[in-house]
Nanobody
């Protein structure tokens, strides 16, 4: 079993910054991609950013140039640096990870419990 624990959410004024962290623990052989998603009230969950094991990244168009995703493979942790925050960035942010628990697979998807980010105008 694998657990993902997010931290770093909170309330911030528009234009401010927050840094989210998500640490994976448990039975981990290796972690493939890790990512951040968000879900605003009455909206579907959407991809914010994703990073491969090798460090390749991709972002939603709405956050390009504003958010930066990174990871520390030694710590099984992914980060999301969020800058110039806007009220429309308000959402619950979830991390996920594609994990091999042993050398023979399978690859499983795990999700964190979510962390609230609220941006006031």
């Amino acid at each position: 079993q694998v657990q993902l624990v997010e931290s770093g959410g909170g309330l911030v004024q528009a234009g401010g910054s927050l840094r989210l962290s998500c640490a994976a623990s448990g039975t981990i052989f290796s972690i493939n991609a890790m990512g951040w998603y968000r879900q605003a009230p009455e909206k579907q969950r959407e991809l914010v950013a994703r990073i491969s094991a090798g460090g390749n990244t991709n972002y939603a168009e709405s956050v390009k140039g504003q958010f930066i995703i990174s990871r520390d493979n030694a710590k099984n942790t992914v980060y999301l640096q969020m800058n110039s925050l806007k009220p429309e960035d308000t959402a619950v942010y979830y991390c996920n990870a594609l994990v091999y628990s042993d050398s023979k697979g399978p690859l499983r998807v795990y999700w964190g419990q979510g962390t609230q980010v609220t941006v006031s105008s």
